[in-house]
């Protein structure tokens, strides 16, 4: 049976075909409205965006969903958990503040912030899973303890995972520090003959475990946590990962994760997809890089596949900016993400999380 995902463009003729009513009308038509019990504790899973970057999904659109939260008698909460690296929200204190400052506080939203994992990333809880990587996965405590959850995502490319959507949105931004880094299992390495010793991987690595010896980049691989962050800054391109053992593997995590992170609220979930400004690169990035392809719209839809699997065929159908990261496949019906980060295979992880139940690939796409 195919998962119903619903789509509203941005062509507007009039004040009722505003964004701020299409996200209303999406709510009401995906049956948001039969997520949200009166009472429930509902969390609203964003991402804030790393301080500089600009690519996050506007709080305008977010009021309009704690408002629709509200008119069904649930108490809506904003809500993100630490990173694993060091920035602007590695701590609960420097992410409300990074939050506030791009525009996330509550005269603006009408909801107020709660990050998952508490002050250092340290409430969390278990949810047993029995999957083929994990047993048990390690989810931020107030997300678990939630009745109820909207899921909105800033649908972008990613450097290891091909693309980011609701997918990734509840794995990585469901779990504390401890569970992201149980995700990584792949660690990056140092191409010599392509380094120029220049140390920028060095300079951006939040642990510390790159040196530089003998003119060269030496990464430690017992103090890596599988950041990628060297990878994306390196401007030799010398530094790369295992993408035939270890990426397939991290994609498989990081589904499981996903699972885990709404297993034990069944029906009690919404997602909503933006696919607007369509970055080339994760909003955990301090700054945003050109989209790839023009905005298409948003998507509502109660099957975190669909909806990811959805995005990504609308992505594809797009003709891609030569004037951008995009390097080729610029073509309709081309991978996009695949024109950004040759190496990458996004369509992995929807295979895999309909393989252990999370959805469907299969959809029906209603526009309103």
Excluded at 20 to 31: C, E, I, N
Excluded at 229 to 240: L, R, S
């Amino acid at each position: 049976m195919k998962s119903l995902v619903y789509f509203a463009g941005l062509r507007a003729y009039s004040d009722q075909e505003s964004m701020t009513s299409k996200v209303q009308r999406l709510f009401d038509g995906a049956g948001f409205s039969r997520v949200i019990a009166p009472h429930d504790r509902t969390a609203v899973k964003l991402h804030f965006g790393e301080r500089g970057n600009d690519g996050y999904i506007s709080p305008v659109y977010v009021r309009q969903v704690v408002e629709k939260i509200k008119s069904c008698g649930g108490l809506p909460f904003l809500t993100d958990t630490s990173t694993l690296y060091l920035g602007s929200r590695s701590n609960a204190v420097d992410h409300i503040t990074t939050a506030i400052l791009h525009g996330f506080d509550f005269a603006v939203t009408g909801a107020p912030i709660i990050i998952a994992d508490g002050l250092f990333g340290k409430h969390v809880a278990q949810v047993s899973i029995e999957k083929k990587h994990f047993n048990t996965v390690t989810i931020a405590g107030d997300i678990a303890l939630s009745d109820s959850m909207i899921v909105m995502s800033h649908f972008k490319g990613h450097i290891v995972s091909g693309f980011g959507g609701a997918i990734k949105n509840l794995a990585m931004g469901c779990a504390p520090p401890e569970g992201k880094k149980a995700q990584h299992n792949a660690r990056p390495f140092t191409i010599p003959d392509r380094c120029s010793g220049c140390g920028s991987c060095a300079d951006i690595c939040p642990k510390t475990a790159i040196t530089i010896e003998k003119e060269k980049s030496v990464i430690i691989r017992d103090l890596c946590i599988g950041c990628f962050d060297c990878m994306h800054v390196c401007p030799e391109h010398a530094i790369d990962i295992d993408w035939e053992t270890e990426i397939p593997v991290f994609m498989e995590r990081m589904v499981e994760y996903a699972y885990g992170a709404v297993k034990e609220k069944n029906g009690k979930v919404g997602y909503m997809n933006f696919l607007i400004r369509i970055t080339p690169d994760c909003d955990c990035f301090p700054f945003s890089d050109a989209p790839i392809v023009p905005d298409i719209g948003i998507l509502a839809s109660k099957d975190p596949v669909a909806i990811d699997t959805a995005s990504f065929d609308l992505v594809n159908q797009q003709t891609g900016f030569t004037e951008s990261h995009l390097t080729s496949h610029h073509h309709k019906g081309e991978d996009k993400f695949k024109g950004v980060h040759a190496q990458t295979d996004g369509y992995r992880q929807l295979k895999y999380a309909e393989e252990i139940g999370m959805g469907s690939r299969s959809y029906d796409l209603i526009r309103i």
